[in-house]
């Protein structure tokens, strides 16, 4: 009888701690974010910076944050184009002189009238 109860006292135990130690396990499926591109964009600027791809338009977050599936990506202020990424940095951030391309031809100058 004494083994019984004992037996009882274990399978409780152990079917116990399968329900809460089984709550703390990763079972539900959490979608894979790994081929996503996800970097910060460091804007200077006073109006909202969106961004491109995969022919989607979405706004950055608070954060500056953006995701993508695949590049190149695309950043806009006012449906004006500022520029594109074809990749992201280590670091993860996003500079502003790292998607604005000049033209050879064209000269830019600082108010100091230097180059």
Known sequence: MKMLKLKNRILSVLIASTFIFGGCTDSHVVEDNSHMKVGHFVSVFDKKVNYRCANEEKSLSDSGEFRCASFPISFYMD????????????????????????????????SDDSL
Do not use: R
């Not at 449906?79 to 830019?108: A, R």
């Open 79 to 110: 449906n004006v184009k500022l520029g594109e990424i074809s990749s992201i940095h280590k670091d993860g951030y996003v500079f502003p002189q790292d998607i604005i391309s000049l033209e050879e031809s064209k000269v830019v100058y600082s």
